[in-house]
């Protein structure tokens, strides 16, 4: 069991916990960075996917976990950027302009967008942003001389300063380099006067009123910053996907980035980091499940001579295959998490931590919830 | 006429929201696939099991009544008091459960559900489908039907008392829990019948649920999330706007020029047409 002992507000804010914790982040790092020269290049290529995952996980946690305010819309915004940045790339412009251009495109239409929402709470802004999300959809199959319409875009390879990404490990490192300087990005503003105003608004707008927080400027600073990074994913998206089409960016794909905040853990960005990895990574296993469920259910059934159980791995793999069936699992997911465990992965990590760094003396009441019933407490 | 006839839907389906929200303060993002369910019973029920229109109806209604009592009771209930995005998140889940079940269940083809409604009445030079027609009268005929249910039973008053305070009405003597469950019921049943009277109009696929749903929400809160009057009339002006803009102005306002009048309705006045804005003193 550890103590930690604080005796200046400075260690509140600190960038690593202690040198432990500082320790075994560098250990993380050192393992991603070496990762693409073990694995196989296929799986390189999907676990880029993860990085682009957190980075929209980043985005929308900024918004959602920590200022309180809840999108429906986020594909929209990598919709902007995705365009906006194959675009700029059509036009001639070099990588890292239009990148940058991309960028702050997308935190421009977040302000603007923004603007509106900081009269709305809740569910209105909910479905306020649901409907600019159908809006932009539409823009994107209409503006056909900028986003081709449904014929499609096609995105070329990255290539900065003559340097290539073309194959998949070095875009693995490419979207590595964005991902962690986005966490240190957020990580600072989190840490510093603008994420503790934000968190203070997520938990009591009134409140926070009332301690001089402004909340027209830090509500359109978060939805600018959270769309800004959603446009960073959004060109990096582009050029995974290679060919931008405007039925990606559905309504179906902000809510998997919202399932992606809420299975990781609402209110950090661990949480973002491990969702990504479950919302990556999902189909990819359901793959690899119906394919082999059925195979060594039948060779176990082959072994015992239960001919049932051979069936029952067909009757499975025959599930699995059906198209829509991924949406549904991952709505059985999203409900078991919120029913089971409100605070995601990140929760029962720290769960699982505090168990064993407290070991006799480990208390269940320790992560228990605040229930609000009353009408009156409800007010937000 | 037709735009109000699907307004009409909308605005069932916005009731459906607004029921819910007002009682338990619970938003139902999985409307739009109870809605396809009741499609799919009914379309059960004619095609398969060759009942007849009516007791089609009824089975479907009251099935997926049944079942939003029962998704009540085991999963809603347990989220109350929970943030208001957990809660919508959750019915989200529920909704992609549902399409999936149906997919799995019925395919994913295209059905159509035979209707007693055929032919057209010319009504003073203007030409009315009886399809159309069926969707509008049973839309005042269910409102008519909830009005009298509200006001003049006791279960209805003292769901209208739920819905003022919970706390209070559960010191009163209501079983808040039950009130919550049978409001679940109605709202569901609603979204069926919307669902069967829609079926003509739009065909029966696992998907339809979906795009109602996102045409009632704008509905709802056109009109005022927790106002019933302001969920049918905001349905209405959806399902108009929708129409006009479709055969006036270019094909792609069609679908966004719904959400176009909502948001500007929303910036100008946050609570909606007939919604009242909830204040706290500190």
Known sequence: ?380 | MNGLAVGCIYGLVALGFVLIYKATELVNFAQGDLLMLGAFVAYMAVAWWKLDYWVAFLISGLSVAVFGALLDAVVLRRVIGQPQFAVVMLTIGLGAIFRTFASVTWGSEIYTLPTPFGGVTTIGGVTLSHQYLSIVAGTFLLCGVLYLFFTHTRIGIAMQATSQNQLAAYYMGIPVKLIFSLIWAISAGVAAAAGILLSPVTLIDTNMGLAVALKAFAAAVLGGFGSIPGALVGGIIIGLIELYAGATLSEGLKNTAPYIVMLVVLAIRPQGLFGTLARKKV
């Open chain 1, 1 to 380: 069991m550890r103590f930690l002992f604080k005796t200046s507000y400075e260690q509140d804010i600190r960038l690593f916990r202690d040198r432990t914790d500082a320790f075994w982040y560098g250990l993380l790092a050192l393992l991603v960075v070496g990762l693409p020269f073990v694995i196989d290049e296929y799986y390189v290529g999907e676990t880029s996917w993860v990085f682009i995952y957190a980075l929209c996980g980043l985005s929308l946690m900024v918004l959602v976990g920590y200022t309180g305010l809840v999108s429906l819309g986020h594909a929209a915004f990598l919709g902007i950027g995705a365009y906006a940045h194959a675009y700029f790339l059509q036009q001639g412009l070099p990588w890292v302009v239009a990148m940058a251009l991309a960028v702050a495109i997308t935190t421009a239409a977040g302000f603007v967008v923004g603007l509106p929402a900081l009269r709305m709470t809740g569910i209105y802004l909910a479905i306020a942003t649901l409907a600019f999300a159908v809006i932009i959809q539409e823009v994107f199959s209409r503006w056909e001389s900028v986003t081709h319409g449904f014929a499609g875009m096609p995105v070329d390879k990255p290539t900065i300063f003559g340097v290539s990404f073309d194959d998949d490990r070095s875009f693995y490192f490419l979207c590595l380099f964005f991902l962690v300087v986005a966490l240190w990005l957020t990580r600072n503003l989190l840490r510093a006067p603008t994420g503790r105003a934000w968190i203070a608004i997520r938990d009591s707008e009134i409140a926070a009123q009332s301690m001089g927080v402004n909340l027209a400027i830090y509500k359109s600073i978060a939805f600018a910053y959270s769309a800004g990074l959603m446009g960073l994913a959004g060109a990096l998206f582009a050029h995974k996907i290679a060919y931008l089409a405007p039925d990606i960016f559905t309504i179906l794909l902000s809510i998997q980035f919202l399932l992606l905040v809420i299975v990781g853990g609402l209110g950090s960005l661990h949480g973002a980091v491990f969702g990504a990895i479950f919302v990556a990574l999902l189909p990819p296993v359901i793959a690899i499940l119906r394919d082999s469920i059925p195979e060594s259910l039948a060779g176990f059934a082959a072994a015992t001579g239960i001919a049932p159980i051979g069936s029952l791995g067909a009757a499975i793999g025959a599930f699995l295959s059906k198209p829509g069936v991924e949406a549904g699992i991952f709505g059985l997911i999203l409900v078991l998490v919120i029913l089971l465990e409100p605070l995601g992965m990140y929760g029962r990590w720290l769960k699982i931590k505090l168990f064993f760094s407290t070991f006799p003396m480990y208390k269940k009441a320790t992560f228990k919830r605040q229930k609000s019933y009353m009408r009156s407490e409800r007010l937000r």
